[in-house]
């Protein structure tokens, strides 16, 4: 299974591909290998979800889609194509139909909204110099300092752009909740992940940045699923 499984992780808002670094040295040694990581333009959910489409397009087997923050949105309005087997959302939104993130958002603001500042291109940034107390708390001064100034601002536009057919509806799910998220309420993660029936929850006492700081435990629960679906 681990050599024929495709494994595509997704990044958020205000990182890279990159975020996944050490996700994806944990599930090379679990034996993966064949793992990617998409670098989405942020521009768009439409553009974002078509860069995460065009990955999953080229693999030749099946797919387990893995979504961090914003990410989940984009796996979300990705996730129906056929060779994708499941959905693991890793402290990430997973909006309904007609749901956007800032929707979402609006319903539970996170501790760290008022660290958000939009520049004159319509960018929207988490300001650099807080950036650790927001994102990635439970990371080292100089881990956050290298996020904060490599950071990938959205086009602000980007919270307000609504799913259409919300693939979780579809294809089996997992879901981790950060218990200590400054950037999406852990209240609004507890509401999303239970609504999608998830065919497993766990709660991570982790910052936003769960894929850094606990990066065993989230490659375990990503082979979990991986487990499971594949075997489905």
Sequence with gaps: MKKKLSIVL???FWGGAAHWSKVIVELASKGYELIH???NPLTSLADDAERTRKMVAQQDGPVLLVGHSY????????GNQPNVIGLVYIAAFAPDAGESPGSISQEHP???FPNLTADSDGYLWVKPELFHESFCQDLTAEEALVMAVTQKAPLASTFGDNITDPAWKHKPSYYQISSNDRMIAPEN?????ARLGAKKIITLAASHASLASMPAEVAAFIDEAATE???N
């Design 10 to 12: 997704v990044h958020g």
């Design 110 to 112: 996170p501790v760290a």
């Design 189 to 193: 993660e507890e509401r999303m992940s």
């Design 229 to 231: 679906f594949a075997g």
């Design 37 to 39: 990581a998409v670098e």
């Design 71 to 78: 990410g989940g949105a984009v796996i979300t309005e990705a």
